[in-house]
């Protein structure tokens, strides 16, 4: 293709991101959204967006997120978000800080349209989670994620989504990685999920464990050694030097017949990776991180959403050439 040829269509979305809300309760020191000051204003998606991205952007669609920056359980009528999904049969995906989890009707149903639950949890020590994101709140989040595991088990095989922690690995953080390990283990979640920290101001670089990449490297080859161990599936980002640290295939074999027992029969082969995605956001947010085509509560236009996408479903998997955004799933950069 010559540099002056016009780009072609984007395929269909299979994974929409909607930004529900952009309100979060918590100032954690790596959140861009945070240190932008617009989870500050709480602003919220306005039900007619919404009714509009349900008509003419979702039919299709397979995973529905309803986070890139906020707190989801600070939703508005988090209910009707959660109404677009079951209607349309989306998979829910949330990243949650867990603050504000309470055991009702709205959370078995969220469960229950979920393919997966993320929970924030940056430090094993109530002092480095309140250090870093700025709440002392660790016992809290740890008894709402003990609830929402022990409702799930209550919900029927097929309603059950993967829950996991994630957390973005620092230098104040980095020695408390085993214990996350163990953490997720007695919790009951099934993974945990390590990030590098992504350094977003001059004052945060002094966190990043490129300056400390012997340490770094170490605790992930311990972390890795006990979650083996545990029989807990473990995503570590990239060593600061060396080659990556992967589970023996020992432990491989164990998670992957684990896995293959309590898998969703629904979700067999339903995967966003490396699809084609689109986000959704209220105004005053700092936009995707990358270049998928973008939905602003000020898209008051009268051209239809789904003119960014051609009007016949994609078939296959998109190529690059026909792709401008590809889902990430094991991203080794924090998220919001």
Request: charge should be positive; hydrophobic fraction near 40%.
């Amino acid at each position: 293709m010559a540099p002056s040829d016009p780009l072609p269509p984007l395929p269909p979305p299979v994974l929409v991101n909607i930004e529900s809300t952009l309100g979060c309760n918590l100032e954690c020191v790596m959140c861009g959204s945070h240190l932008s000051g617009v989870t500050r204003l709480r602003r919220s998606m306005a039900p007619a967006l919404l009714a509009r991205i349900e008509e003419e952007v979702l039919p299709g669609v397979v995973d529905l997120s309803l986070t890139v920056a906020g707190e989801p359980f600070m939703t508005p009528k988090l209910g009707d978000f959660v109404a677009v999904a079951e209607r349309g049969g989306h998979w829910l995906q949330l990243n949650s800080n867990a603050t504000l989890l309470k055991d009702s009707k709205l959370l078995r149903r969220i469960l229950a349209q979920s393919g997966s639950i993320r929970f924030s949890v940056d430090g094993a020590r109530p002092e480095t989670y309140a250090a870093i994101r700025g709440q002392d709140a660790l016992a809290t989040v740890q008894a709402n994620i003990a609830m929402a595991v022990r409702v799930r088990a209550e919900l029927p095989p097929d309603q059950r989504p993967r829950l996991a922690l994630c957390m973005v690995l620092m230098r104040r953080n980095v020695d408390e990685l085993v214990e996350m390990v163990e953490m997720a283990r007695d919790l009951g979640v099934d993974q945990l999920e390590v990030a590098h920290l992504t350094v977003l101001t001059p004052e945060m670089d002094g966190e990043s464990l490129r300056h400390d990449p012997d340490r770094c490297d170490a605790m992930l080859r311990a972390a890795r050694v006990r979650a083996d161990q545990l029989g807990l599936r473990l995503v570590l980002p990239p060593p600061m030097q060396g080659r990556p640290v992967a589970p023996r295939p020992s432990a491989r074999l164990r998670l992957a017949l684990r896995e293959l027992r309590q898998a969703r029969p629904r979700r067999l082969g339903a995967s966003a990776g490396g699809a084609c995605t689109a986000c959704a956001w209220p105004p005053g947010s700092c936009g995707p991180a990358g270049g998928c085509p973008v939905i602003s509560c000020k898209a008051a236009s009268s051209s239809p959403l789904a003119a960014m996408w051609p009007p016949a479903p994609c078939r296959g998997a998109p190529s690059p050439a026909t792709c401008t955004s590809r889902a990430s799933p094991r991203s080794g950069m924090a998220r919001c």
